[in-house]
């Protein structure tokens, strides 16, 4: 089955055509970051305004790239329906139902952060058509324990099966990617705040300078799987005010506060999940969402010791922003197209499909 995707949450406008949910034919994605990069984070005006200019283009494009694929072999149309901007959000789905019904194909709406943990059976995919399948080995086995965090979410869920998903934890205030992104404005280091700090942090680390700067890790020991990311961006705050006020604030203190900063959320991150799977004795472990491309975090979930009990898998960085081949794949998992008249945005979306 072929399935064009479409995703348009925030300030990505992007169109995917996958092939039984593993197999990306084309996969294109235009971002508005570098207008957002001026205000320091997203203005959905701008975002939305952008995306009623690329969609047209964006999927043209994904349907040329697309070896010998045309309209007539598309089997389906798969599109976010949230959660995300309600601008951003209406620029996709009015674009899918309208597609829909001119082209005369199944329409399925898709959960944006659920999409965002099917990115792993796309893993070892290429934008070739004529290369096979992930390999089975590649592909995730259930039952799995899945954590998807990105700028405005951090959540923990159980999948049973490709139908049964529980969620089992998340944040209680900000989403890490959040505090990336703050902690890196006060920083003066800009936007998106993640890819900052990381630089920061690596910086840091090559210098082999011993740590003088140590934050809070928030519930890292509680036994819930709950987070909560908004008391580490207060100290993380408060920290640079007190360097500043003792004219310690330099070059070296940014790139320090930046690696404890990061390590402080990446430990939280890895601690949690990993406990996680060990009570609920699943055989697979993902990781999913924009922060997930941090080459910290995923570093310590692949040398922690307790991962050799699991299949880990992570999608290439890639994969793990915001992409339309996620949407394709999770539309094919779990078809069920609905009447393209009854398709609507839900921006409160949760990831267990609640409003």
């Not at 994605?29 to 984070?41: E, N, Y």
């Not at 975002?47 to 598309?74: G, L, M």
């Not at 007190?242 to 402080?264: D, F, G, H, V």
């Not at 993902?286 to 880990?312: D, M």
Request: net charge neutral; charged share 20%.
């Amino acid at each position: 089955m072929i399935i064009l995707g479409i995703e348009t949450s925030c300030d990505e406008t992007a169109a995917a055509i996958v092939e039984d949910g593993t197999k990306i034919l084309s996969n294109t994605v235009a971002s508005s970051v570098s207008l957002h990069q001026k205000t320091g984070g997203i203005i959905p005006e701008v975002a939305a305004r952008e995306q009623i200019k690329c969609i047209i283009p964006v999927i043209e494009e994904t349907i040329k790239q697309s070896s010998n694929i045309t309209i007539n072999n598309i089997d389906a149309l798969a599109v976010t329906v949230g959660p995300g901007l309600i601008g951003s959000l209406l620029v996709g789905v009015e674009t899918a139902r309208t597609l829909a019904y001119v082209w005369k194909k199944p329409l399925i709406p898709v959960n944006h952060l659920v999409a965002h943990i099917y990115a792993n059976w796309l893993a070892n995919s290429t934008k070739r058509s004529d290369q096979p399948s992930p390999p089975s080995e590649a592909i995730p086995h259930f039952p799995l324990v899945a954590l998807v965090v990105s700028g405005g979410h951090t959540d923990l869920v159980l999948i049973k099966n490709h139908s049964e998903i529980q969620w089992i934890g998340g944040t209680r205030d900000d989403a890490a990617g959040e505090c990336f992104d703050k902690c890196a404005r006060v920083l003066g280091l800009g936007y998106p705040g993640g890819p900052a700090i990381s630089a920061e942090a690596e910086k840091y680390q090559t210098l082999n300078i011993k740590n003088q700067i140590k934050l809070p890790r928030p519930m890292i020991n509680n036994k819930n799987f709950d987070f909560s990311f908004s008391g580490l961006k207060t100290a993380g705050i408060n920290e640079i005010r007190k360097l500043k006020s003792n004219q310690q604030y330099n070059n070296l203190t940014i790139q320090q506060l930046s690696y404890e900063i990061q390590e402080a959320i990446t430990d939280v991150l890895v601690t949690k999940t990993l406990r996680a799977a060990e009570k609920y004795k699943v055989k697979s472990v993902l990781l999913s969402g924009g922060v997930a491309a941090n080459s910290r975090l995923r570093e310590k979930f692949s040398s922690h010791p307790l991962i050799t009990n699991y299949q880990l898998l992570i999608p290439p960085p890639s994969l793990c922003t915001d992409n339309a081949a996620m949407v394709a794949s999770v539309a094919y998992f779990n078809y069920k197209p609905i009447p393209w008249q009854k398709i609507t945005t839900q921006p409160g979306l949760t990831i267990i499909g609640e409003e």
